[in-house]
C-alpha cells in the first residue's frame, strides 16, 4: 500500500468522453506531480505543482488538463483523448523546496482510450 | 526528454548473488535517485544521493555516484526472488533549474530478474 491514493485504478473510455483521474495524500507535502509511463518504457513527466500552483508543464496537449483543488489533493481532466494516449497515469508527491526530496508514487491509472 | 539511460536494460542473475546497475546522465544534477517498480505498480523510492555525495548505503543497497563522468551505479547484494523488478535511475535538477519542485528525469530502466 501506498500513502498516494490514485482512483480509478482502470478507466476505459471513448475518444469523445470527459473523465477526471483523482489523486490524494495526507503527507503534507506541498509538490505534486503527474507522470505518464507506457509499456516497458520509463515514467515521462507531465506537470508539476508546487504550493497549489502549476510550475511545470512539459508541453502537454490541452486535452489533458490538472486541476490543484487544494494541497492534498491533485486532478487531472480527460477530455477528447486519443487510442495512443493509453497508459498508466501516475501521481506522486514530495516535500518539494530546495535540495531535493524523494517522490512518493501511487499505484496509478491504467488509462485505455478506446 | 530523456536523461538518463540505464545499462543494462535486461538482467539475469541467480539467487544469492550481487546485480550491478549503471546509470549515466548527461547534464548537471543536485541528486539522483533510485526506484524500483513492481509490474504495473508505482515507483518505490530507494535511495537518493546528492551531488556531493560520492556513496551511500542502505540495507542491501549500495549507490555511487560519479560526477565527473556523470554516471551511478546501483548494487544489490544477496539477491532474493523478491528483487524482481524494474529499477530506474532519475535525475533532479534541483538547484541547477532555479530550485523549488522540479520533477525527476527517469532513466530507460534496467529490468532484473533474480532466478531462485
Known amino acids: 500500500d501506498t500513502e498516494v491514493t490514485q482512483t480509478p485504478k482502470h478507466l476505459v473510455m471513448g475518444m469523445t468522453n470527459k473523465k477526471s483521474l483523482k489523486c490524494e495524500q495526507h503527507m503534507g507535502h506541498r509538490a505534486m506531480y503527474w507522470y505518464k509511463q507506457k509499456a516497458k518504457k520509463p515514467p515521462e513527466l507531465m506537470f508539476v505543482y508546487s504550493y497549489e500552483k502549476l510550475s511545470i508543464n512539459e508541453s502537454v496537449p490541452s486535452r489533458f488538463s490538472p486541476e490543484c483543488p487544494n494541497s492534498s489533493l491533485l486532478n487531472l481532466h480527460l477530455h477528447a483523448l486519443q487510442p495512443e494516449d493509453s497508459a498508466l497515469y501516475l501521481c506522486a508527491s514530495s516535500q518539494g523546496g530546495y535540495g531535493g526530496s524523494p517522490l512518493h508514487f501511487g499505484n496509478g491509472t491504467r488509462l485505455t482510450v478506446t | ?116
Open chain 2, 1 to 116: 526528454s530523456q536523461q538518463g539511460e540505464e545499462d543494462p536494460q535486461a538482467l539475469s542473475i541467480q539467487e544469492g548473488e550481487n546485480a550491478t546497475m549503471n546509470c549515466s546522465y548527461k547534464t548537471s544534477i543536485n541528486n539522483l535517485q533510485w526506484y524500483r517498480q513492481n509490474s504495473g505498480r508505482g515507483l518505490v523510492h530507494l535511495i537518493l544521493i546528492r551531488s556531493n555525495e560520492r556513496e551511500k548505503h542502505s540495507g542491501r543497497l549500495r549507490v555511487t555516484l560519479d560526477t565527473s563522468k556523470k554516471s551511478s551505479s546501483l548494487l544489490i547484494t544477496a539477491s532474493r526472488a523478491a528483487d524482481t523488478a524494474s529499477y530506474f535511475c532519475a535525475t533532479d535538477p534541483g538547484f541547477y533549474s532555479g530550485g523549488g519542485a522540479d520533477g525527476l528525469t527517469f532513466g530507460k530502466g534496467t529490468h532484473l530478474i533474480i532466478q531462485p
